[in-house]
């Protein structure tokens, strides 16, 4: 096989990996930040169900969960769900590990925050609301860009694992090739995009971080 048509069937499969990470953040972002609410709630019911879900999602493997979500539905419903659920199956999974993981990092900044900051915009006549969007989540947000960073790289690398379900991304196509030539190419190649994808990211985030320089 070609060098191009070798570069052309992997860069059909980053476009797929690019989907997953994509959709992952867009979904696991949000939702993590309402499952660090649940997590801080005063309702003792609420709190401890999102405290079992963290450690369920933060203890048990990915691929795990992958294979969960996907084969669940028939094994234990007996529901027969078309070939396309393969792509929502992942979906799902990333969506549910990454907001467990984020709600975790969102929880540690938002506690990080001294109270007088809350006593302070109580007694000026902000809301709770206005509060924590004017005054609480920019600080936040400045806080918790590191480790942030850390989960986004670690889910392009993450997103490999839709193999597990026969999903085409990269990884799939970089093993059909190298197994159908019989040779580590493919794989170097796909790591150089994987190396790239990283690099880009890592840079718009430093980009980011810099320009939130002034909560400082």
Known sequence: ?????MLRELAEG??????IFTLTLLFSLPLGLLVAFGRM???FLLRNIIKIYISIMRGTPLMLQLMV?????YYIFGIRLPQSYRFTAVIISFVINYAAYFAEIYRAGIESIPLGQYE???V????NAQTFVRIILPQV???ILPPVTNEVITLIKDTSLAFVIAVSEMFTQARAIASAQRSVAPYVAAGIFYYIFNYVVAAVMEWFEKKMSYFR
């Open 69 to 73: 979500v996907y084969f669940g539905p």
């Open 14 to 19: 980053m476009l797929t990996s690019v989907e």
């Open 120 to 122: 302070a915009a109580k």
């Open 141 to 143: 947000i400045k806080r």
């Open 124 to 127: 000026l006549g902000y809301s």
């Open 1 to 5: 096989m070609e060098w191009s048509v």
């Open 41 to 43: 709630s005063k309702n």
